[in-house]
Nanobody, 115 residues
């Protein structure tokens, strides 16, 4: 089982990034997918969630309207489009796959928003 995030980097305030999370080793289309973020020394924080079929998407209030989660079950990939980025969005972002009690994490990708 593997979840591999990519797309992070350094961006100026107001800019955009698109994170990707490529999945392998499990039936991707049967799993709900989420994005989390975590700063050093802090708890992991939920950002967004999408059901397995993509019919229902939810966002934490801090990112609602700026971030968009999408998935392509044909490519076994989930995306997080991040717009109007702010310095406080700086963090390591992780994708998570979950089905019942089964859950998997990626290794994370660093997003840094700074001028």
């Amino acid at each position: 089982v593997q979840l591999v995030e990519s797309g992070g980097g350094l961006v100026q305030p107001g800019g955009s990034l698109r994170l990707s999370c490529a999945a392998s080793g499990f039936t991707f289309s049967s799993y709900a997918m989420s994005w989390y973020r975590q700063a050093p020394g802090k708890e992991r924080e939920w950002v967004a969630h999408m059901t397995s079929a993509g019919g229902n998407t939810n966002y934490a209030d801090s990112w609602k309207g700026r971030f968009t989660l999408s998935r392509d079950n044909a490519k076994n990939t989930v995306y997080l489009q991040m717009n109007s980025l702010k310095p406080e969005d700086t963090d390591v972002y992780y994708c998570n796959a979950r089905r019942g009690i089964l859950g998997y994490w990626g290794q994370g990708t660093q997003v840094t928003v700074s001028s």
